[in-house]
C-alpha cells in the first residue's frame, strides 16, 4: 500500500496550492484519504490526484459547487440528486458554456463592427408594395418573453398550410422595444383567401403601400440593434418623420435553418408616405 502523502507533498504532484486543496476540502469536494485526529493534518492518496485535476478544472469552467459535488457523487457510484448521471451533469453544463461562448463571440464581432469607422450599414430608402397577409396581431404585455411570437407563428402556419409563401414578417410597435411591452402583428404573405374553416386568431389583413428606411442584417436576432440603430440614424439624418411602427421580414430565419449565422432579416425603418428623395447612406 502507498504511504499517504503530506498536503505538501500531494500539492507538488498536482501543482494545486496548499490553500486551494484546503478550499476544496472545506467545499466537500475532496476530502483527504487521512485527517490525523490530534494535529489535523491532511493526508492523501495517489489515486486522489486525478480527480483533484478534475475539479480544477470544472472550477476553471465555472461548475457550480452543487453540480460538481453531483457531478462527484455519481462518478464514484454514490446516489444523486434528481437521478442525473455525471455524463448529464457535464453535457448540461457544457450547452451552458457554449452559449455563453456564443455570446461573447456575438458581442465581440458586434463590438468590431461599432469601432470600425469602415463598417457601416448600407441603408436605402424604399417603397415596399401592399401586401395581403394572414395575420395574428396582439398586444405584448409587460415582462413576456418571446412565446408569443412562436404561439403566433404555429397558429399562421396551421391555417396556411403546407403551401409555400413568401417570408414571414412582423410589424412591432417602438414601445416593444423602449417599454417592454406593446402592439405587435406576425405575418404570413398569402396569395388566397384566409379559409373559411379557419379560427382563432388568424385574419386577413392587407398591408399598405409604406415608405422605410431598409437595411438587411445577417446573423442572430441578437444584434438587430446594430439595424435598427443604423436605419433610425438614417431616417433622423435625412429629416423623415418616423411612424410608431418598425417591420422585420425573416428572409432566412430559424425555420430555414438552426444555423445562426446565416440567417437575414430586413429591418424596415417605417417613415411617413411620401418622404422625400434617399439620403446618403
Known sequence: MDRPLTIGEFSRITHLSIRALRRYHEQDLLV????DPVTGYRYYSLDQVGPALTIRRFRELDLPLADL????RAGSGGA???GRSAQEIVAAHLRRLEDRLGRTQRAAQALRELLDPEAARSVSLEVLPAQRVLAVSLDVP???DLSWYDTAMRDLEAVAGPRPVLPPGG???HTLFTEGHGRATVYLPADTPLPGGARGAVRELRLPERTAA????TGPHDDLDLAYAAAGSYARRAGLASQDLVEEVYLIGPRDTDRPDQWRTLVAWLVAPGAGAPAAD
Open 142 to 144: 409587460p415582462g413576456s
Open 80 to 82: 444523486e440528486a434528481g
Open 214 to 217: 431598409v437595411t438587411t442584417h
Open 32 to 35: 483527504p484519504a487521512e485527517v
Open 171 to 173: 410589424r412591432y410597435a
Open 69 to 72: 459535488r453531483t457531478y462527484l
